[in-house]
């Protein structure tokens, strides 16, 4: 034996003592299959496998035909499932947070349960709870929320939603895997109380709700890789939390084989630690067996209780139904940010200006895993004129979403391109020179050919990967001397044929002309805006891409009535704000974003979404800015310095002001708050009770919100105001509604960093409500116990 081999047994023999954990409790079904299966048998739990049959998904384990244990397949699907076949493609994780509705959460989930069931799915890889703790992180449109307790809300009735369907949900990814910069070597340090109070929140409301599986994640916390964290995964999760259900590692993040005994229960994709190399440690006594029951024990408990061992009938697909809860959630999660002179909804008979590429390509989805086949997604420009009636309604690009062909002349070596406008690389990759005709800035885009080809695309020192797992076609804005530059193409993956654009700044100049012409011409001008938010990296700045603010802005020197839809997935700069009417942002709104914009515009449905993160003022102004030490990290640390001050509890421990705050959405409406009243409600909780009107002419959503002080008698950070209920509510003109708003006990304790554990937040603590974090008209007091 090499002394390496040794070291790393005595080590995960030093670890072995530590058990036994909480052992899962087994149904004696369960048990009894344990009992029967070889150790072969039991890893075959314990890792993924490649999928002979594949049907497109991420993850396959091949059961025990013998026993008559199935093969069970996993699937992404953080706004609709995610196979080769297409779903529904329902709004984008933080569209549904925005929503402020919890009914909502479940009915979103339960669509995705029963699509991913019908398509022969068992589990979910989903949702995604981490807070947004910055605005640039690639993930944030397929999070919640800055905010744990809109977070856990919303998690816990997704999770439901999804698993009323007989699908096992998977909350990920444990934890603080809040950025994607770096996102498989940081090392996030974050301290206890902020870990307790402001990522877990969410984590633990889904096993309350009673998620099956949690996702470890890629990055270490506190030292630990977190698919190799005790604290983490048996300290805090099976023991403290009581989670019943089996943690499975993100893809390709686990690190060791002794991670068995650290709290992990199944490497996903495949078994690189837990197959051969566990099977060794077994034999040899380093991992006693008892690890891998329980292990195989947590699985096989959640498969026998959702039917999967009794081969449970699967439903077919409701698309219809479907259709309409994606509508709903979209119209509900539709945040109105600004809307002067009442300019929306639309009315009279004026023609409009569609401007942007967005309106022609509907922007449905962000990227990465949380991308999936959608069934069908009609442009809002088609659903603008097919709601406008007589209405000329034009159309005008403003922008090129990828460019033309790139002229084989511009390259050198030269690239033919086929008639179909693609190239075909010669050899591993290309490499040459691009001359651009002028200075200014250009844009190049590169585009994959086939569903599996992963395709890389550099010019000078920047890149960009497009094609596979949802990346899309990727695109390189750059300023370029003109000259000659360095072109590299490399078909990373599959065919060797790729798509290769160029936008030109004359070009880019010719479009934003032809747009302010169109919306000189028209009574109102409507202008898409994007961003590409995906897995696999942050956004490099707030600002929208490339051309998109010069656009905006020209449009609205042309047209005085220029209303802005953002397809956005999180926060972003807008330079141009003073100068538009309004502003709604439609998030990633999925398949019938272009029904519901349309419906939104026209008045036909009102915007019900309130912001789940606050807006920075500039990017100098938000709780990582100026310290990279905080984001995106040095080296391979990354300090939460901020503590529990993320979003914006930052904001008001800073008097930062924002450009939007938390919790902010304007309505078609206007609403009085009035009457707050806080009564104890005798369980360490209370009700505050708060009147809210509808004083203007149509029908719209309220949220009123209900903000904890601090405690006088707390020596931890605390928050100057703290999210601690809220409720949505539909009113009629004129009508009033005396609403109970319950304030769970929960709400009132803070972590105690020298018991390690909560404690309650007594004394007479301040009670604010309104419409947002930074509205409060109404203030009360609560003494607590
Ligand atoms: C992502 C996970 C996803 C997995 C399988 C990983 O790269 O981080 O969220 O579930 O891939 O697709």
Redesign the pocket.
């Known amino acids: 034996m090499k002394q390496t081999t040794l070291r790393a047994v005595v080590a995960l023999g030093a670890i072995a003592a530590l058990l036994p954990v909480a052992q899962p409790v087994s149904s004696g079904r369960v048990a009894s299959l344990v009992r029967q299966l070889t150790l072969d048998e039991k890893l075959s739990f314990l890792h993924g496998i490649g999928d002979p049959r594949s049907l497109g998904q ?1 993850g396959y384990l091949p059961g025990v035909p013998r026993l008559g244990i199935p093969e069970v397949r996993m699937a ?1 699907g953080a706004a609709g499932i995610r196979v080769s076949a297409t779903a529904t493609a329902l709004p984008a994780p933080v569209m549904l947070a925005s929503t402020f509705d919890q009914t909502l959460a479940k009915r979103h989930g339960a669509v995705i349960g029963r699509d991913g069931r019908a398509l022969k799915m068992d589990v979910l ?1 989903g949702p995604t709870v981490g807070v947004i703790r910055q605005p640039y992180g690639g993930r944030n449109f397929e999070s919640y929320s800055e905010d744990p307790l809109v977070s856990a809300n919303t998690v816990a009735g997704h999770v439901q939603g999804v698993q009323s369907q007989g699908m096992i949900a998977t909350v ?2 444990y934890a603080e895997n809040n950025q994607e910069a770096n996102r498989d070597g940081i090392d996030v340090t974050v301290g206890e109380q902020a870990l307790h109070e402001i990522e877990l929140p969410g984590f633990k409301a889904a096993v309350d709700a009673g998620a099956g599986s949690v ?1 470890c994640a890629y990055n270490q916390v506190n030292g630990e890789p977190a698919c190799g964290n005790s604290t983490l995964l048996r300290t805090i999760l099976k023991e403290q939390w009581g989670f019943r259900g089996w943690v499975m590692s ?2 390709d993040a686990t690190h060791s084989t002794d991670s068995l005994v650290k709290g992990l229960d199944m490497e996903m994709p495949e078994g690189v630690f837990l197959a051969d190399k566990l099977k060794a440690a077994v034999l040899n006594g380093a991992v006693p067996m008892s690890a891998v029951d329980a292990a195989v024990t947590r699985i096989l408990t959640q498969f026998d209780g959702f039917g999967l061992l009794d081969g449970k009938p699967r439903p077919t697909r409701d698309r219809a139904g479907a259709a309409r809860v994606a509508q709903r959630v979209a119209e509900q999660g539709a945040v109105l940010l600004k809307n002067r002179a009442n300019t929306l909804p639309l009315r009279g008979d004026g023609s409009i200006a569609v401007i942007g590429p967005t309106a022609k390509t509907p922007k449905v989805s962000g990227g990465g ?1 949380g991308k999936g086949n959608p069934d069908h997604a009609n442009a809002p420009v088609d659903t603008i004129r097919a709601r406008a009636g007589g209405r000329t309604v034009t159309y005008a690009p403003g922008g090129d979403l990828f460019g033309t062909p790139i002229p084989a002349s511009a390259v050198n070596p030269p690239l033919n391109s086929a008639d179909d406008g693609t190239v075909t690389v010669p050899g591993q990759y290309y490499a040459g020179a691009l001359t651009a005709p002028v200075d200014g800035d250009y844009r190049i885009s590169i585009g994959a050919t086939a569903p599996d080809q992963l395709v890389q695309l550099i010019v000078d020192d920047r890149n960009v990967i497009a094609g596979a797992y949802g990346l899309g076609d990727g695109e390189l804005p750059t300023h370029l001397t003109k000259g000659p530059h360095k072109i590299v193409v490399i078909p990373i993956t599959g065919p060797h044929k790729v798509r290769l654009g160029l936008v030109t700044p004359a070009e880019t100049r010719q479009l934003i002309r032809s747009a302010a012409a169109a919306a000189k011409r028209a009574t109102t001008a409507v202008v898409f805006v994007y961003d590409d938010e995906s ?1 696999g990296l942050d956004r490099p700045s707030l600002s929208l891409a490339t051309y998109q603010d010069e656009l905006v802005s020209e449009v609205a020197k042309a047209n005085p009535r220029t209303v802005v839809v953002l397809n956005t997935g999180s926060s972003v700069a807008m330079p141009w704000l003073g100068q538009v009417k309004s502003v709604l942002d439609m998030y990633y709104p999925g398949q019938q974003g272009g029904e519901a914009t349309a419906a939104l515009l026209f008045g036909d449905a009102a915007p019900g979404g309130r912001l789940t993160q606050t807006f920075p003022l500039s990017e100098k102004q938000t709780p990582v800015a100026g310290d990279p030490r905080r984001y995106p990290g040095v080296g391979k640390r990354v300090d939460y310095g901020e503590g529990i001050e993320v979003g914006y509890r930052w904001y008001d421990a800073h008097g930062v002001k924002p450009l939007f705050p938390f919790g902010f959405g304007l309505t078609y409406t206007s609403f009085a708050y009035g009457g707050l009243a806080v009564v104890p409600d005798g369980r360490g909780g209370a009700d505050a009770w708060l009147t809210v009107r509808n004083t203007g002419s149509r029908t719209g959503d309220a949220v009123p919100q209900v903000y904890l002080g601090p405690s006088p008698r707390v020596t931890e950070p605390q928050a100057v105001r703290s999210l601690a209920g809220y409720q949505k509510v539909t009113l009629r003109p004129g009508e009033l509604r005396r609403l109970r708003i319950h304030l769970d006990a929960a709400r009132f304790r803070y972590w105690d960093t020298t018991s390690h554990s909560w404690a309650v937040g007594a004394g007479v603590r301040d009670i604010f409500a309104g419409p947002s974090s930074a509205d409060l008209p109404l203030h009360g007091r609560l003494n607590v116990r």
Do not use: A, V
């Open positions: 991420s992404d890889l990920k990814h996702m993100d893809w895993s897995e």
